[in-house]
């Protein structure tokens, strides 16, 4: 998939640039056409890298994603178990203290 993708990408750049290069040998109209297809391939380019990077970084094209979301649906999501009854606890050790006599 992800080689797929890149030869995707490199062919979007590099195709445009090697017809505008085509182009001017066959009119003789060296540089002109060249430069148009480089621009036009690097325009081509960002567009699909921009689209590629939203893609990966949807929530839902992650693994666990249903789990992702904001804070307010996560702590409603939330539930502290009850035992029923409060005990206190003690927080502090106690010291233990020896007479001596």
Same mark, same amino acid.
């Given at each position: 998939?992800?080689?797929?993708?890149?030869?995707?990408?490199?062919?979007?750049?590099?195709?445009?640039?090697?017809?505008?290069?085509?182009?001017?040998?066959?009119?003789?109209?060296?540089?002109?056409?060249?430069?148009?297809?480089?621009?036009?391939?690097?325009? =081509?380019?960002?567009?699909?890298?921009?689209? =590629? &990077?939203? #893609?990966?970084?949807?929530?839902?094209?992650? $693994?666990?994603? #249903?789990?992702?979301?904001?804070?307010?649906?996560?702590? *409603?999501?939330?539930?502290? $178990? *009850?035992?029923?009854?409060?005990? $206190? &606890?003690?927080?502090? $050790? #106690? #010291?233990?203290?020896?007479?001596? *006599?």
């Amino acid at each position: 998939m992800w080689a797929s993708k890149a030869g995707n990408l490199g062919l979007q750049m590099i195709l445009p640039a090697l017809l505008g290069f085509w182009a001017d040998n066959h009119w003789g109209t060296r540089p002109l056409f060249t430069i148009i297809g480089a621009l036009l391939g690097f325009g =081509l380019f960002m567009i699909k890298l921009l689209a =590629l &990077v939203q #893609e990966l970084s949807a929530p839902e094209s992650r $693994p666990g994603a #249903e789990n992702w979301g904001s804070a307010k649906s996560q702590t *409603s999501k939330m539930t502290i $178990p *009850s035992t029923g009854t409060a005990k $206190p &606890v003690d927080l502090e $050790p #106690e #010291e233990k203290t020896s007479i001596s *006599s």
